[in-house]
């Protein structure tokens, strides 16, 4: 009888265990939920209501849509924008990761120093995204830069140019300075994906003749599937939410001539207005905001889908 009473109250503890376990996500869930689901559905919500500053007006079902798409000048400015980040992204993709591959490689290679060399890869990442725009803003001043002062003390004057201020270089200039503060994070990610690739296999090519760049190409590359995905899908989401550093160098109006606009910073510019005076539109800036999710989540959805087919085959 004694047996029978205490095997039950282990089956009642290993229940209410069961259920104390379920508990332990509720936070992370809370906080999810508050910071990332809220503010979608709400954004959604706002987009289908039209909006006279900060008051909520009438129904106008997807009317904010439509004059986002076909009323000038949101629909300039919206492709326009759109073009600009996967230029971003772009640049992001060969210069930032492959500097970042190259980077992680070499100190796979167990070169002397390599700690420091971690260390002072990653470092600008330790800095705020912002103090790193003004930093910038100040090297890459046309007359008291660093940048164009060096190119004038080694007789290049001719290159020398308001880089920030020329619509042909500005956008192209914030891309590679965001390669500078982010290739850190991305080389440790490639790094972890180097120490993963088994060394029996690597010597294992060595001897069937695979080394140098064919050794990466065949062998390295391959074996690091997972983290690459974990590197394109990270930057193709960071490139089309960029907003900080374009707006700490050149504004809320993407200068010069909306050379730099990017969709973050034309959600920010519709939404909330301008520091000229201009008035927001928060219903077209809401779906603006849907738009931009819509675009993240089903390119990031399409390619996960590509590598989940891909793993099975």
């Not at 164009?148 to 956008?171: C, I, Y």
């Amino acid at each position: 009888m004694g047996k029978a009473n205490n095997e039950s109250l282990k089956i009642r503890g290993g229940t209410r265990n069961k259920w104390l376990v379920h508990l332990f996500p509720l936070p992370a869930v809370a906080i999810y939920t508050i910071f990332i689901v809220y503010p979608i559905l709400a954004a959604f919500t706002y987009s289908l209501f039209e909006w006279k500053g900060l008051m909520m007006g009438g129904f106008n079902q997807f009317d904010n849509y439509k004059r986002l798409f076909t009323q000038e000048p949101y629909n300039t400015m919206f492709w326009n924008a759109l073009s600009h980040n996967v230029y971003y992204f772009a640049i992001e993709m060969l210069v930032q990761n492959t500097i970042a591959f190259a980077l992680a490689y070499v100190i796979y290679k167990k070169i002397k120093g390599v700690s420091f060399f971690k260390i002072a890869y990653f470092l600008p990442r330790l800095l705020s995204i912002i103090v790193v725009g003004f930093l910038w803003k100040l090297i890459l001043n046309p007359n008291i830069g660093v940048l164009n002062a060096s190119l004038r003390a080694v007789g290049l004057d001719s290159w020398a140019t308001a880089w920030l201020g020329n619509p042909d270089t500005a956008l192209t200039a914030i891309a590679l300075i965001n390669s500078w503060f982010a290739v850190g994070f991305y080389m440790l990610i490639l790094l972890a994906g180097l120490q993963s690739i088994s060394v029996e296999v690597l010597e294992a090519a060595r001897l069937d003749g695979a080394t140098g760049f064919r050794l990466i190409r065949s062998v390295v590359l391959p074996m690091m599937f997972q983290p690459l995905v974990i590197v394109i899908v990270m930057t193709f989401i960071q490139s089309f939410e960029a907003f900080e550093l374009v707006f700490a160098m050149q504004g809320s109006m993407g200068e010069p001539y909306y050379s730099t606009d990017l969709l973050a910073v034309f959600f920010y510019r519709t939404a909330f207005g301008t520091s000229s005076g201009d008035a927001g539109s928060l219903g077209i800036g809401s779906a603006l905001a849907v738009v931009m999710f819509v675009i993240i989540a089903t390119i990031s959805a399409l390619f996960m889908r590509y590598v989940n087919k891909r793993d099975q085959t």
